[in-house]
């Protein structure tokens, strides 16, 4: 994709998606995920930042749409801090659904809201330790949910199906679920992901057409979202964040762009030709 030049849809569904999007801008949802799609993926998690020019490209973005959320697997506040999104002239229209929508930050007032922790959580912290030992693996606590990353093990892939099984026993014995994505195994509560986070929230602002792209298997349910939000007719956009490790998404998506660059080009070229 040359610089601020739209890519083509390759499907009829995402080119209605966009020419809506382009041709009511005010009541369009521009939503995504935030690892892998605007912040590149790295070893350890903390140190994941926002691509460099991704808060650019959403200041010049955000005002021109109904809205911009980034719904992640992350806390939300996290998100925010990584993403530097707070305090932004241009971003009060953002929102951030963390923890696959469990918590809710909002640009304008700065503050997280969310229910109660899932007692489950606690119980799969205190016992993750002697399932790991030995593994090479690195847990990230997210506070409402776990999650056990195989990238630093000798062997990822390996690690990673050989844990597979036992962490799903382990959620599955304390009320919680197993969500994959890139070499990382996520324990979490049931009962949210990101079609439902995306669904509530494009029906909270009465969004006439929804973008929304991603990266990972985490997303799967955001795009079976978008799917569903096209047959009840406000168009849809699917943008994948192209990756070699994940092949679902790109399979599925109206748009693919080279990772995390590709997905700020998009934004910029969506602002410029907003107007």
Known sequence: MTANALPAPVTKAGQEGLAALLADSGKALVALDFDGTLAPIVADPELARAHPQALDALVALAPKVAAVAVITGRPA??????????????LEHLVVLGHYGAERWDARSGEVTAPDPHPGVDAVRAELPGLLEGSGTWVE???????????RAADPQAAFEALREPLTGLATRHGLIVEPGRMVLEL????????????????????????YGGDDLGDLPAYSA??????????????CSGSDEVTELRERADVVVDGPEGVVELLRALADRIG
């Open 77 to 90: 506040e996290v998100a925010v801090r990584n993403g530097g999104f707070a305090g932004v002239p241009g």
């Open 141 to 151: 606590d997210k506070g409402r949910a776990v999650a056990v990353h195989t990238r």
């Open 188 to 211: 979490r509560p049931p009962g949210m992901d990101k079609g439902v986070a995306l669904t509530g929230f494009a029906r909270e602002i009465g969004a006439g057409s929804v973008l």
């Open 226 to 239: 978008v799917d569903t939000l096209r047959t009840s007719g406000t168009p849809g956009l699917l943008v």
